[in-house]
């Protein structure tokens, strides 16, 4: 299959050796487990069990709310111990509404729906349904709904489902674990997602520094005629929806539209997996598979965590901390955000934790732009980072926004290769943050102008109708005067 | 000399002429300055700014008799926005913004006499004669204008939280320069 090729990134130092030879183990069950209402984009979900509840495995904990909203279930049997606000796993710290159990340790299974006979058979709106209330998000990290995205079938002609195994982000090795150990789970996932979008071809699209996944996902499709397994060039961002589906199909996505308007969804091989559980098994998303790692790590794993997780125990499961780490990274370490501390629970968009030394990473004082013009080459995007940075820099953001700084999704190689070490993408996060509160403000000010010229005209009847009633009145008692005048007899009578 | 008297009045009668019907037929109703602005401005009529409503103060605005940093509820943005609008550098950084409030009320205060409801120029209460009254926050834009009329200071103004879908970075190097 020919590869095409895509303008930019970089190469940075891979580091997958740490842990990618280390079989996926299971995660003993904690002492308690934290599951915060918004695991993933959208309106976060609506609490259905309340303090003191016992909750078998399985059973549904909070209820999507809305169109883009994920469900979330009860990772193991036990109490909800309380639901309360709890510290996100997000470099804000900010508190989070967090349900917690207390698991009793007998990992009992509710009754769960009997699982899809035939998937194949099934309806599309039927495999949705199921995937909604098992609650799967991307689990690539980007944590959207599975199954708003394996509706797109129905507003786009769709050619091709992609089925992302690139994992580009250096450290990370769950999805190559993953596609080596449960390549028929992952294959029979992405069929089941593929009759749900009515693709007719699957293509899975992983970097040739996993050939031991390679060689397992090509032997669990060989079966199955419409689907390709391809190696794609180790380059990061080579993961991003947008690059891979250039480098598979070779058509560059516009700004601001999606990969199914060239007839391709994109998938994560985790997302993949879960699908084949829901649908196979109708169990929901309990747990994923979580790269520790990093320099500060005792002993790198991949594991099988349960939601809910916490950190810190996660990094005790793996033998603690050898030093105290510089930093401790959620996600890669190109694109992932600092955690506010240890005690924040592993959630659906979890793929790593990364303990790193100071060495890792690399702090260094920010010295004046060279002009070397090395973040305008490398920009996967085709941006020009140099211009807007210095732009941001004298808060001019429109200036920004005008060069395309909403079309910049945060890789992070223009400020990898910087030579003078300016944080550009940092620059670009903040941007981003500030343009997209303009445009709340904006959408408030309209909802503000328009509720305020409502009032207005109802003010204005209302005190016409009053004026009318007065006349009305007026002209009554006028009438009646006359009528009285006209006959004093009568009133006299009265 | 006769020629050049001559030609000079008669450029000046045709043009004067002309100038005078063009004046008649192509004149501007109104300052479109101000419709500009107006459309700028929050349009809630809360009369924070001193003037009566918003097109009194767009109208003030445009004669440049009011500083662009005149719409508190507006705040920052709005300030930002009029003064790239008329042109003028505003000293922004003296400009004290709060950041967006909303108005609540304090049940245990509340005497239910409507006097805030019936202030509100956006509907944001919900309450009746004699009972409790609440602010649907959505609607409220925090003009504070209930907060004054409270007879029994049962309204406080409160900073709206940031969430963690709102949350973003600070400006590289802000830190140091505070």
């Known amino acids: 299959m020919k590869i095409f090729p895509v303008r930019g990134g970089i190469h940075p130092d891979y580091r997958k050796d740490l842990t990618c030879e280390k079989a996926i183990v299971p995660m003993p069950m904690p002492q308690k487990l934290y599951l915060p209402l918004q695991q993933h984009i959208g309106a976060p979900a609506d609490p259905v069990v309340g303090a003191g509840d016992l909750v078998k495995k399985g059973q549904l904990l909070a209820r999507a709310q809305g169109a883009v909203s994920a469900s979330t279930h009860a990772p193991t049997s036990g109490r909800i111990a309380e639901v309360a606000l709890i510290t996100a796993p997000h470099p804000s710290g900010l508190p989070q509404l967090t349900i917690v159990i207390e698991p009793d340790g007998k990992d009992e299974w509710a009754e769960l729906p009997a699982p899809v006979a035939d998937p194949f058979a099934a309806s599309s709106q039927e495999i949705r349904e199921r995937v909604a209330a098992a609650g799967i998000v991307g689990l690539g990290g980007a944590t959207f709904p599975s199954a708003v995205k394996l509706n797109l079938g129905s507003q786009n002609k769709l050619e091709t489902l992609l089925i992302n195994g690139a994992e580009c982000e250096p450290y990370l090795t769950c999805d190559d674990r993953v596609m080596r150990e449960y390549s028929a789970e992952v294959i029979d996932g992405a069929r089941i997602m593929a009759h749900a979008l009515g693709t007719p071809k699957i293509v899975v699209g992983i970097e040739e520094n996993k050939p031991q996944a390679i060689a397992a996902m090509t032997q669990a499709a060989s079966a199955f005629s419409n689907i390709t397994v391809v190696g794609v060039p180790v380059q990061y961002p080579m993961g991003s929806e947008r690059h891979l589906t250039q480098a598979i199909t070779g058509l560059e996505t516009p700004a601001k539209k999606l990969t199914a308007e060239l007839g391709v969804v994109v998938h994560n091989v985790g997302t993949a997996r879960a699908v084949h559980h829901a649908i196979r098994y109708s169990r929901p998303l309990l747990s994923r598979v979580v790269t520790v790692s990093g320099g500060a790590i005792t002993e790198g794993k991949n594991i099988d965590v349960p939601l809910g997780t916490l950190v810190s125990d996660l990094v005790a499961f793996c033998g603690g901390l050898k030093e105290p780490p510089r930093r401790i990274v959620n996600g890669g370490p190109m694109m992932g955000q600092p955690l506010p501390s240890l005690e924040v629970p592993v959630v659906k968009g979890t793929s790593g934790i990364l303990a790193l030394t100071a060495d890792e990473v690399n702090e260094r004082d920010t010295k004046p732009c060279i002009r070397c013009g090395g973040c305008v080459t490398i920009c996967p995007c085709g941006l020009v980072p140099v211009e807007m940075a210095a732009f941001i820099r004298k808060d001019n953001l429109d200036g920004a926004a005008k060069l395309g700084v909403m079309d910049c999704f945060s890789c992070g190689s223009c400020s990898y290769v910087c030579p003078s070490h300016i944080p550009l993408v940092h620059f670009f996060n903040y941007a981003k943050g500030r343009l997209n509160d303009a445009d709340r403000e904006r959408r408030k000010l309209e909802r503000i102008k328009m509720l305020a010229e409502t009032r207005n005209t109802r003010v204005e009847q209302q005190a016409q109708a009053k004026k009318a009633a007065a006349a009305a009145a007026a002209a009554a008692r006028k009438a009646a005067a006359a009528a009285a005048s006209e006959n004093p007899e009568n009133k006299a009578s009265v | ?178």
């Open chain 2, 1 to 178: 000399m006769l020629i050049a008297v001559g030609s000079l009045v008669a450029m000046g009668a045709t043009l004067g002429t002309v100038l005078g019907i063009a004046s008649r037929y192509l004149a501007v109703e109104g300052n479109p300055l101000e419709a500009e602005l107006l459309a700028l401005l929050p349009g809630a009529q809360c009369g924070q700014c001193g003037f009566v409503g918003c097109g009194q103060a767009a109208a003030a605005l445009a004669r440049g008799e009011a500083p662009v940093t005149l719409c508190p509820p507006g705040g920052k943005a709005v300030a930002e926005k009029l003064s790239k609008k008329l042109g003028v550098k505003a000293d922004l950084s003296e400009h004290e913004d709060k950041g967006p409030q909303f108005a609540f009320v304090q049940e245990d205060l509340c005497i239910g006499c409507l006097r805030c409801a019936n202030e509100c120029s956006t509907d944001a209460f919900v309450g009746a004669p004699k009972q409790v009254h609440t602010v649907i926050r959505e609607n409220c834009h925090g003009c504070a204008k209930c907060f004054k009329v409270c007879p029994t200071e049962a309204i406080k103004m409160c900073a709206v939280p940031v969430t963690l879908g709102e949350w973003h970075w600070d400006k590289p190097g802000s830190h140091e320069l505070h």
